[in-house]
């Protein structure tokens, strides 16, 4: 088992063409994600290493029965992208683009609720989803993801930025520790997939045992977090926060990284989730030795 | 992106919200100028992205030309909370009958865009909000239905907006709406939108912040960005497009990826050091990203080491080696560095790094976050 993705997930490559799409697109396919079909409009009937592309995602679905997509293609179209897949009945979509505007997310977001309630959008700007072993889509090296293993505790990651996701990888692939599937939810105000209904799927997952979320400044999805953790999570989790030393005001690189009005800081998301029951490090890896110590104590 | 008062009237303006009459002024001469195609009486104001420019002194009323000269000539060069005023705005002054409030957001919990809409204006909302928070109405719009003319008059009735200003108010706010949904707004606020004993409702002040990811759509963005207040080494940053923020600290920081650059800051101050600023060189860490980086940290004066803050995922750790390898032979550093290299490939990138015959006294190597921040202070506060 694994959430959102496994084996046999069929991937498109939105903008496999391109230099990102290319590039991401071949090494998911080498790490063994089943990557069927790629889309760049006006490139229909041609192939990347192999690889068929068609014009339109209707197309594609059409021809190899994808049901995720992976959208690399520049901000500027990345929301068209992700109405075309989820138009053509894509499932499950991911978006790593950077700098789409927010005033095109919350559209998005808002459209995919409404009219196409069965698409789950991960991102934009992240990392992707890998499952190690099963499925990787997006940017996430595959070589650092520790393989979860059957008779062992195995660990979900969540996480809203991208290097700490692999850091937090990398803290497990050095204790050892397997992960069942690390999910990337993005840096930017809108996310299409929360913290929430990663931690839902966690729950129910049979293969994920404890979980680590990584947080950052900025908006109250942690807090949210917190209180669903309260509420519905049974497994036990560790935390990491970044951005204490952030000053206020300021966007910190990430689109939604930024304290305003005395809210969205550091320390208000870390004691909102000590008070869930988690165990909050006050570093990476800190949140991995605490991880390491849950892994002990329920083995 | 966050403008000016009067780059925000003026952008106001695009999206046909009445402002009052006026103009900016970085002379004496030019307030003069524009105050007398206003009209007598005006007010002059401070042009600073700093809240208390009244208090301060930085806005003055003005009945003739020789008060606004004397008024002018005050407040140009004059420093607000560390702000100097290096431009004034010069605009007719309005009758006030009532302040109210308007404002759109996006609000990231509920992925829906917020109005905030009181009769109680002219104040700190964030006041009204603690005394009074019936006061205001907030209602959630969303961005796929966009604001109707009847729900943002249902919105000023539910206000207690009087009848007399609502027809005003509810124009308003739908054209505020349009200027921050197609202008790009993070925030559009006008605080106070007033009533003019004549029956006419204007903006009064103008706080607008852009989001910089739209600005591909928006040339006319060009003009904001030269007036930003950055300092020094944040307009040299800019110039090599790296995202950095300036702070106040001692150590210089060099990170890839957001997260990891905020969680760097956090674990510098967690041992005693503080932080020089925020530096995302992003995922790939070549050699001209890394010179770039480390010549901004360079130009620093205050920084007395450098951390630098690695982990390889995509790119591979032998890289990122050869990049500073590279980028040391291209600046010559102040500061020694302390760096950190992990994740993929990270043994043969520290191995290049030993190998490269950098004296140690240039640079060390440690193999965790925690320990190359306490070298990094270390160095920091030795000097």
């Known amino acids: 088992m694994a959430i959102f993705v496994n084996q046999n997930t069929k991937v498109i490559v939105q903008g496999l063409t391109g230099g990102q799409g290319k590039y991401h697109g071949l090494r998911n396919k080498a790490y063994g994600t089943q990557v069927v079909g790629g889309v760049t409009p006006g490139k229909g009937g041609t192939d990347v290493e192999g690889i068929p592309v068609f014009n339109t995602v209707a197309e594609a679905v059409a021809a190899t029965g994808a049901d995720a997509s992976f959208i690399a293609v520049p901000p500027k179209a990345a929301s068209a992208a992700i109405l075309e897949a989820a138009a053509a009945g894509v499932r499950f979509v991911v978006c790593i683009t950077e700098g789409i505007p927010a005033q095109d997310e919350a559209k998005v977001y808002n459209t995919l609720v409404r009219d196409y309630p069965n698409t789950r959008l991960l991102g934009p700007n992240c990392p992707g989803i890998i499952s190690p072993g099963k499925c990787n889509i997006g940017i996430t090296a595959g070589e650092i993801a520790e393989l979860p293993k059957a008779g062992k505790k195995n660990v979900g990651i969540v996480s809203r930025s991208g290097t700490l996701t692999y850091q937090a990888l990398y803290e497990l692939k050095q204790r050892g520790i397997g992960v069942s599937t690390c999910v990337g939810i993005g840096g930017d105000p809108v996310p299409g997939t929360n913290f929430i209904d990663c931690l839902r799927e966690f729950q129910a997952d049979p293969e994920t045992d404890a979980i680590i979320m990584i947080g950052e400044i900025g908006g109250s999805a942690e807090e949210e977090a917190a209180e669903f953790i309260k509420a519905n999570v049974t497994k036990p989790m560790s935390a990491y926060i970044a951005g204490v030393t952030a000053p206020a005001g300021k966007k910190m690189g990430h689109a939604g990284a930024i304290v305003s009005g005395g809210k969205g800081t550091a320390q208000g998301k870390m004691d909102a989730l000590r008070a869930a029951g988690v165990k909050v490090g006050q570093n990476p890896t800190e949140a991995g030795d605490l991880m390491a110590e849950i892994i002990k104590s329920i083995s | ?383």
């Open chain 2, 1 to 383: 992106m966050d403008l000016f008062e009067y780059q925000g009237k003026q952008y106001f303006a695009r999206y046909d919200i009445p402002v009052s009459p006026g103009g900016a002024a970085d002379t004496v001469d030019e307030a003069v100028k524009v105050a007398d195609k206003a009209g007598y009486p005006v007010v002059v104001k401070a042009q600073v992205q700093v809240g208390g420019r009244g208090k301060a002194g930085g806005i003055k009323l003005a009945n003739n030309a020789e008060e606004t000269r004397f008024h002018a000539n005050n407040i140009l060069g004059m420093d607000i909370k560390g702000h100097v005023v290096k431009r004034l705005w010069v605009e007719h002054a309005s009758d006030i009958a009532e302040e109210y409030y308007a404002s759109f957001t996006l609000d990231r919990a509920a992925k829906k865009h917020l109005l905030m809409l009181s009769a109680q204006g002219g104040v700190d909302i964030e006041e009204v909000a603690e005394k009074d928070p019936d006061a205001i109405v907030k209602l959630h719009i969303d961005p796929v239905d966009g604001l109707s003319a009847a729900v943002a008059r249902k919105a000023a009735v539910d206000a207690k907006i009087p009848e007399k200003a609502l027809e005003g108010v509810a124009s308003i706010l739908v054209q505020l709406y349009r200027c921050f949904t197609e202008g790009d707004c993070d925030l559009a606020e006008i605080n106070p939108l007033i009533l003019k004993p004549t029956g006419e409702v204007h903006a009064l002040d103008a706080k607008v912040s852009l989001d910089n990811n739209a600005s591909f759509r928006h040339p006319e963005w060009e003009e904001y960005r030269a007036t930003e207040e950055l300092d020094a080494r944040e307009q040299l940053a800019r110039t090599h497009d790296l995202q950095y923020i300036g702070l106040d600290g001692t150590v210089g920081i060099i990170a890839n990826g957001a997260g990891l650059a905020m969680s760097t800051l956090d674990v510098v101050n967690q041992v005693g050091g503080n932080a020089a600023n925020f530096l995302d060189i992003g995922g790939g860490a070549n050699a001209d990203v890394m010179a770039a980086a480390l010549e901004v940290i360079n130009f620093d004066q205050n920084v007395s080491s450098i951390f630098i803050n690695i982990f390889g995922g995509i790119t591979r750790g032998e890289e990122v080696a050869k990049g500073i390898v590279e980028a040391l032979s291209r600046v010559d550093l102040r500061a020694p560095i302390v760096i950190r290299l992990d994740g993929t490939n990270a043994e043969q990138g520290r191995e290049i790094l030993k190998n490269a015959g950098i004296p140690e006294s240039k640079l060390v190597s440690k193999p965790t976050m925690l320990e190359a921040a306490r070298a990094a202070v270390a160095l920091s506060n030795g000097k």
